[in-house]
Structures are given as C-alpha cells and as structure tokens.
C-alpha cells in the first residue's frame, strides 16, 4: 500500500491519537510504567473524548492502538487508563443446535422484519418472550437502561504482554446498560450489537455487573445478544464472572439461538427469481467487490435504514475498520442499494439508502431476501457462477469462479479477479444457505 492509501484509511481518531501519542511520549511512558493515564480534558485538545475511548470491538481500535496491542480503559468519569489490557473476549457463534422458533407478536408498532437498532431488537426480544425463556424464572420485567455510574471498585485485568495482571481501581466511571431485566431470582444485564460480531468489550458487561452486584441480593447474569437481519436469529451468550475480582474471569455458561417463525425460501422460490433475472451492466466507477461477508451488507443496509451514516461512523461504531468500511459501502453502491454524498459543510462522506434499497428493507422477511438474491443475480459473473452452482450442486472452485470472471470481461488483473473471487463464492453460498430444501 502507498502512503497516500495509507493516508485514506486513517479515521479522525487515528490522527488524532497519533499526535497524542508523540505530544506525551505516550510508548515510552508505558514502556517504564505498563500503563499511559490520561484524562478527557487533553483529549479534547485533539478531538471529542467521547469519540476517542470508545471501542466495542478491538478491530476499532486506532491504528496506533492495534500496532502496539493496547487498549483503554475508564477509571472515573473524566480519566481513562491505556495499557497491554486483554479488554476483549471472542464469541463463537458455532453451537451446534438448532434455532428456537418464535411466534412473531401481534403488536403493531414492532416490525419483527426490520430491527434496524439494538433498541427495537431488545424490545422484540422481551415482547416474544425469548428473555423470558432465557432466564426460566417465572414473570420478569423489563427495569434499566441508559447510563449510570459505576460507584467505587477495584479489580484485575490480564496483561497481554506477561503473566502479571493489572491492579486497577475505578471511582464513579460511566458506564450503560442496553437492557436490564430483572426476575424471581436474577437480574439479567444484556449489551446489544446489531449482526454477528468477532469479538466484544468485556467492559461493557463487566462495569454494570460489579454496579448491581454491590446493589441488589439477586444473582446478576451478564448477557450479550446479537441480531442479524440476514437470517432472523437471535443469538443470546449467558456469561458469567467466576472470580468478582477479575475482569478475564468471563466465562460462557450458555448460547440459545431463537428465530422468527420464518417464511421459508425453498428452492423454488430460487428457480422463480432465477429465472426472471435481466441482466445489468457493471456500474460505471463502482469497484467489483471485494466484501465477502453478505450477511454484514445486509446488517450494513439495515443500519442505513435507520438513517444516515458518515464514513467515520460506520467505521467506529460497528465492527469494521477503515478498509472494510471502503469494500461493504463500495458493495452496497455496486448493487445499488446504497449511495453517497459529501456534505458540503463538514466534506465528510455520508451514505444513505437509494429508493430502491429502501423498498427492499421495507419488504417482509421472504420478499425482502429474495429481492436481495435478485439483485446479486443481475450481475453477469454471480448469474453465471450461480447457474453453475445449479448444475453442479456445488459452488464453483476459485479457478472455475476466476475463468467466468475473465470470460465475462471484467477490467481487473488477475491478482485482482483471484482475491475477488472469494466474494462471488462468499454471496453465492449465502444465498444457499437461506435455502430450506437445497
């Protein structure tokens, strides 16, 4: 990559924390001390505090941060600690079981089709009764949200570098619950992410569990609940702390899926759509794309259709960084459900829904995922790969995927068409995985 690509993939907080880290000698610090305390009175100096220590997933760290494997952290409302923190847990979607089917509720103001924040995911999730069946424990109400602070606590977190943990002591942090829920016996804290996620904060469930913990005499049980509106599933993590002194001391007790009774898509319905195909010319200035991952544009979309995003806050608050944000935009203006904008006063690049792309996530579930399949099936080189796939019944090599890409034409070298084509298999063994009967 060359400087000024290098340059195009720095975010605001890359800039910024790189000046920070050469103004106050930042590595060398931490390489005397283990540990950079910093309070949000400097950090304003360079850009909003609030902007720059916030970090759901270590992919969003900046730049500087994942080079040197650092992490930050809160200790009080205005101070923030930046050390070889191990702040992050894995989850691992692999369970094995099937989904729990539910009944979609009957009120009118959730749209089970189109859960476009974490918010209207919760809700969703309380009104069916999926919190409930997580818990079994009789009636429970819905009792907290928002922010709060944490009071006064002590623990230790793993040093990444070593076996040494770090002595850390908290004094009236801020910290937020998505949802708390409480019951007979259990008040269950829940943070929320919009699609499947690689990896988390502990913080965002460690900090309210030791606030509660030090309340109420009911267990508190610390939860993370993701939603994918590809596929309708709720995929709900029952942790639980084994040492209150210790942060890494998570430790996964259980994993339910639950999935709106769906509208199955057979392989019909996939005969139906691809049949009707028109094909469409490539779009003009729009990169082939290179996002292998559909169920993350579909997540992208749905986030678009809650409203308009920057460049720099698809980058920040969802778990993409810099280049990924570039190739799941450049992959929803390829098909033609997203574009972009730059707003005259601020120059910043802002996405938003075609009127076409909202249509689509509009649609109920089987509407809207076939249209979907449609709109990847307009374009030459999937339509071939796809009828293939037919013929087959297995999706093409990379070799055979590369030999339709450079018969249909495409304007990439072959370095290109062969990275490429991961993509192409990557959307076509989505579309077969939403498949009941293939």
């Not at 106050?24 to 540990?35: E, I």
């Not at 950079?36 to 500087?64: C, G, W, Y």
């Not at 979309?301 to 450049?330: M, P, W």
Request: glycine share 4%.
């Amino acid at each position: 990559m060359n400087n000024s690509q290098e340059k195009i993939e720095k975010t605001k907080n890359d800039v910024a924390w790189e000046k920070i880290f050469q103004d106050y000698s930042v590595l060398d610090r931490l390489s005397q001390d283990g540990f950079f305390e910093i309070d949000s009175v400097t950090i304003n100096q360079f850009r909003e505090s609030r902007l720059m220590a916030k970090f759901d997933h270590s992919i969003n760290r900046p730049k500087i941060f994942k080079d040197n494997n650092l992490s930050i952290l809160p200790v009080s409302r205005n101070t923030y600690k930046i050390g070889y923190f191990d702040a992050y847990l894995k989850v691992n979607y692999d369970s094995g079981s099937e989904p729990i089917e539910v009944e979609p509720t009957e009120l009118e103001t959730i749209d089970y089709t189109n859960l476009s924040s974490e918010s209207s995911v919760l809700s969703c999730a309380f009104n069916t009764g999926i919190i409930a069946d997580l818990l079994d424990d009789g009636e429970v109400h819905y009792t907290v949200s928002g922010r709060m602070s944490t009071g006064d606590f002590c623990f230790f977190i793993n040093n990444t570098l070593n076996e040494d943990a770090y002595n850390m002591f908290v004094t009236n942090s801020q910290c937020e619950i998505d949802a708390g829920f409480e019951s007979n016996n259990y008040f269950l804290i829940v943070e929320a992410k919009m699609g499947e996620v690689k990896d988390f904060l502990i913080r965002q469930l460690y900090y309210p569990y030791k606030l509660w913990s030090n309340k109420i005499n009911k267990k508190v049980v610390p939860a993370l609940i993701t939603y994918s509106n590809s596929t309708s599933i709720f995929s709900c993590f029952i942790y639980e702390f084994t040492n209150n002194l210790s942060y890494n001391s998570i430790e996964l007790v259980e994993k339910k899926d639950y999935i709106m009774t769906p509208e199955r898509i057979t392989s019909e319905d996939l005969s139906e759509v691809f049949k009707s195909i028109v094909l469409v010319p490539e779009p003009p200035g729009i990169p082939f794309p290179q996002a292998n991952e559909f169920d993350r544009i579909v997540d992208l979309l749905s986030l678009l259709l809650d409203g308009e995003l920057t460049k720099e806050e698809i980058t920040v608050n969802y778990e993409f960084d810099a280049r990924q944000t570039n190739y799941y935009t450049d992959a929803v203006r390829y098909l033609g459900l997203a574009d972009k904008h730059r707003d005259p006063s601020t120059k910043e690049v802002i996405f938003h829904l075609t009127r076409e792309g909202k249509d689509i996530l509009t649609k109920r579930y089987k509407a809207k995922i076939c249209s979907l399949i449609r709109k990847i099936l307009e374009h030459e080189v999937f339509y071939k790969t796809f009828e293939l796939t037919l013929g087959t019944g297995d999706i093409p090599k990379k070799n055979e995927v590369c030999k339709i890409m450079s018969d249909c034409g495409l304007d990439l070298n072959p370095t290109t068409i062969e990275r490429r084509s991961s993509t192409v298999r990557g959307w076509i063994d989505w579309i077969l995985k939403l498949t009941s009967d293939v």
